[in-house]
Structures are given as C-alpha cells and as structure tokens.
C-alpha cells in the first residue's frame, strides 16, 4: 500500500512537458505545476505573445504570469531523490525503435498512443488528453500511432491532402486541384475511400467464398488420401493372402514330389539288392564247384578221375548274366521333367501376372471437365510473349500480350531461342495442371500449344507449330477452323469468331478449344499425353496479322 502512495506521489511531482521529475517546480495561477525551465521555453515559442496558456487546462493569461516556486513540490522532489526512487515512468512507457514517439514529448520520448490526421502529430496518452477536454480538438481524426503521417501531406504545397484525383490516381491538396490538377476527375479523400472500400469488401467476400471452396478441396483431397490408404491397405492384405496360399500350395506340392520319389527310390533299391544276394550266392556256389573241379582235374587215379566226373561235371540252373537287365531309371527323369515343366509353366505365368500388375496405374478420381465459361475462368492465367523467341519481323506490344506480323524486319537481338525461318513466337510461362486463355485474332494466325525444344533454328516443316510431335495447333483463318499436329490436320465445324478459348489440362492430357462469340461453343477436345511442360504460341500467315492474349477475371 506504502509503494502505491510513493508512486501516485511520483506521478503527481513529474513534468507534463518533459514528462521527468521536477526541476526547479514552479505553478501557474490555475493550479499545474511545470519544471521552470520547461514551461519558460513553452511560453517562448509560442506566437502569440500576449495570450498565454497552460499546457495541461489551455487557460489563457493575460499578461504572461509570475511564476512562483512551489515550495511543498520542491521538497518532495528532494525527499524522492533521497530515497533514490525516480519520478519517469516506466521503460515501457518510452518508445522504443520500433515505436511510434509523441511528438510533443521533450527529452526522452513516450510511446504515441495515437496520431491526430488533422493536426498530423502523433501524441502519447498525456498529451493526448487536450483532443478528449478541448471542444474543437474533440473534432480531430484520432487513428492508430503511425510514422508516416507526412504522406499526408502534399510536398509541393505543404498542405494537407484531402482530395483524390482519379485521372493520375494520386491524392492531392486544393491547391494542386487548382493548379497542375486542373480539370481533372477529382473527388473527396473520403468518398474515393468510400468507394474504394466497397471494391475492397467485394474482393474480400471473393476471397472468403474461395477460401471456402479450397477448404472443401482440401476435405475432398483428404477424403481422397484416406480412400487411397484403405484400398492399398487392402490391396496389400488381399495380395499377401494370395501369395501365401500360393506358397503353401508349392510347399505341399514339394512335398508330394519328395514323396513319391524316396517312395520309388526305397522299392526300386529293393529289387535291386535282392537280385544281387541272389547273383552274390550263385557266386558263391560257383566258386565252390570250380575248386571241386580243379581238385579232380588234378587227381591221378584214372578211374577215381572216372568215377567222381559224372557227378561233378553236371552244374544246376543259374541265372546267366544276359537275362539280367537293368532298368534306365525313365521314372526319375520323367518327374523332374514334369517338374520342370511346372516350373517353366508357372514362371511363365508369373512374368505375365507380374507385368500386368506392374503397368497397372493406382488412377485418381478424375475432377469434372468445366463444360461453362464461368468454370473456364476459374483456371485463367495470365499469358505474355517471350521477346526472346519472336521472329525478326514479330513485333510484340501492350506488355508483350499482343503480337504484329510487321513487313519491316525488327531490331530484335541475337538469341539461341528465336525462331529464324517462321513467325512465330512462344510465351514465357511454362503450362501445368489446369490453364484457361483467350486469344483476340485477326487475319490468319496459329493458336498453338507446344514443348520448350520444338526447333527453332532449321527451315525444317517441323518448326512450324503443329507439324511435329512437339506441337499442336488451331489454324484460325476467315474462312475455317483446323487443327494441326504431326502434319495432320482435321477441320473443325464451329460458329467462326474472332476471339477463340483454349483449355488445357496438362496431367490429363486435355486439350479443348473454343470459339467466343456471344456465346461459347467448343470446337474441338484433343486426348493425349503430355511429357513435357507447354508453351502458348502464336504463328502467323500475312503481314499486319495480329494475336492478342486476353485479360480474363476469374
């Protein structure tokens, strides 16, 4: 509570000129007190110098006061100064960089709380307190603090501007409006504002009305973002599924062949080794009846020999080596033969599936064609002619929108993008997403769409829009309509008219032409595939042959 005192104490003993604490206080005869030095150095400016008035009340005397000291203020100041409190306000209070200064302020200045468009003074919120006390100061045109407040005031004349003038579009004051202004369409600041604030409203309701139909683009595009994930979620859930049955199919199958071939390998090892005990016992048996035979050829009792040899010499059935036939094994060969074919057969269909699932392409929903001249606009761009790639007898004006087949060879430059050998020219935007223009003809002129390296330098037909894979082309002329590329042309039935329309949609791969009359009619829709960015082009037939982009709203 203390320092709550303190500081009403310190507003109370500051300056209301140089807003610090008093110096040398001294009070007038209606009751405010001023720094001595501060309000002798007022009084001295001011031009009247028989009415004085204070700074704070406006009350006027006559003739200029005694000042008295104020003896209870100047030892308040001292007892402050004591205490090494200070009376100035706050930092925030002083206007910083960036700030708008008061303009009356001396010394350190405040912040400016607003700026006065009749006085054109910017004051801070003491000095402001006069405009809300004093009834012709009531009257002011009190705005937010501004540092540009001489704008408003005429360099010429040093008055204060209030009047616009339409004809050079620029404010003036009543002196210019008497003088180099003369004549002129002039108006009231106020009423040009008036006005021009309506127009300010209706591009504003514009704006809003897009903004609103963006952000349901937005919605629809995110709706479009959602559908896309789920039905790739599902396309990967879907195929994984398959894939998965596909290998539990070969895995079984794998199986199966395993199988049956060790089944046939244990059968086939069967046989075989029964039949080689067999043979391995005949051997056997064999070699028994060779050593008996070889210890009775060496007997030497002849009739011993005799006697033994009936016996001896007879040998029992055995299984000669040529019945025994051995089988090539045609079983194993055969399978993986089999095998391989399933194999080469489901390669092949693999590579197929594979392929076609490659050149498959996820299609977005396609938007709607503008089928109205309203819609049209919507896409409308601004078009200008690239000087650099205007033939020397193409002479471009109005910003470079209008082209002129002229007879004289113009002065244009040496440049790598001119087109040498036929008038023509192209434009310097490059054509993406959607485009709407006009064009304004006369004579007989291409209306042309084409890539940036179309030829430019050879005397080439390909040059020459619209006979080249690099460009296509609306030969306009009094008498028909025909489009042109790669050399071949298809004429167009349509109501002729001297301003046609070209729509195009470069991811589409669209191209629709118009014919502007009272009405619009389409002459021609073109479906193709663009590799590159467009250019607009214009190509001529006769000298004085014009072409003229269009100036369209949206």
């Known amino acids: 509570m203390a320092q709550k005192e303190v500081q009403l104490d310190e507003e109370t003993i500051s300056c209301s000129i140089c807003l610090d604490l008093l110096k040398d206080p001294v009070t007038t005869s209606c009751g405010h007190s001023y720094c001595k030095r501060c309000i002798e150095s007022h009084w001295d400016t001011q031009d009247e110098k028989t009415d004085f008035s204070c700074p704070q009340c406006r009350q006027t005397f006559t003739p200029r006061p005694v000042l008295r000291k104020n003896t ?62 004093v009834p012709p100061l009531k009257k002011h045109k009190l705005v937010e603090p501004s540092k540009k407040l001489q704008e408003n005031v005429c360099s010429r004349h040093d008055e204060v501007m209030k009047i616009f003038c339409r004809t050079d579009q620029q404010s003036i004051c009543y002196l210019c409006l008497m003088d180099e202004h003369k004549g002129h369409d002039t108006v009231s600041a106020a009423a040009e504002r008036t006005e021009r604030q309506r127009e300010l409203e209706g591009s504003r309701l514009n704006i809003q009305q897009r903004i609103q139909d963006r952000a349901k683009d937005v919605k629809l595009l995110q709706q479009e973002v959602e559908a896309i994930n789920g039905s790739a979620d599902k396309a990967v859930e879907h195929s994984e599924e398959m894939f998965t049955e596909l290998i539990r199919l070969m895995e079984k199958r794998r199986s199966d062949v395993k199988q049956r071939v060790r089944s046939q390998q244990e059968t086939e090892v069967s046989r075989v080794k029964e039949l080689q005990e067999k043979l391995e016992q005949e051997i056997t048996e ?28 007879a040998l029992s059935g055995s299984t000669h080596s040529s019945s025994i036939k051995t089988r090539p094994l045609k079983y194993f060969e055969d399978m993986t033969a ?50 650099n790639t205007a033939h020397h007898h193409v002479l471009l004006s109005k910003r470079n929108k209008k082209a002129t087949l002229m007879i004289k060879k113009q002065s244009h430059s040496s440049h790598p993008d001119r087109f040498m050998d036929y008038w ?48 296509w082309a609306l030969d306009c002329d009094n008498k028909s309509y025909n489009f042109w590329h790669c050399q071949v042309s298809a004429a167009l039935p349509g109501p002729r008219s001297s301003r046609v329309g070209v729509y195009v949609d470069h991811g589409a791969g669209i191209v629709s032409l118009y014919s502007i009359t009272g009405t619009m009619t389409r002459l021609y829709r073109y479906q193709t595939t663009f590799t590159q960015p467009l250019y607009a082009g214009i190509g001529f037939y006769y000298p004085e042959d014009t072409a003229e982009f269009c100036k369209l709203k949206k």
């Open 72 to 133: 209870i203020l100047a030892v308040l100041v001292e007892e402050l100064k004591k205490t090494g409190l200070q009376a100035a306000p706050a930092d925030h209070c002083y206007a910083g960089p960036e700030d708008v200064a008061c303009d009356v302020c001396t010394g350190r200045k405040r912040k400016a709380c607003n700026s006065c468009l009749v006085c054109l003074v910017s004051y801070c919120e003491k000095h402001l307190q006069p405009h809300f006390e």
């Open 286 to 313: 064999l070699k028994r009846r060779d050593a008996e035979l070889q210890k009775l050829a060496h007997t030497e009792d002849h009739n011993q020999f005799l006697q033994d040899y009936p016996s001896l010499s």
């Open 338 to 387: 089999a095998v391989s074919g399933v194999r080469d057969k489901l390669h092949d269909a693999l590579r197929e599936g594979w392929t076609y699932v490659c050149v498959l392409q996820l299609k977005p929903r396609p938007e709607p064609e503008p089928n109205t001249r309203a819609d049209l606009l919507k896409y409308a761009c601004d078009i200008t002619l690239d000087p």
């Open 424 to 471: 023509q020219v192209l434009s310097n935007e490059s054509l993406t997403g959607r485009c709407y223009w006009e064009v304004k003809w006369k004579g007989g002129v291409y209306v042309a769409l084409s890539y940036k390296n179309i030829s430019r330098a050879e005397s080439s037909v390909e040059c020459v829009f619209g006979h080249s894979d690099k460009s």
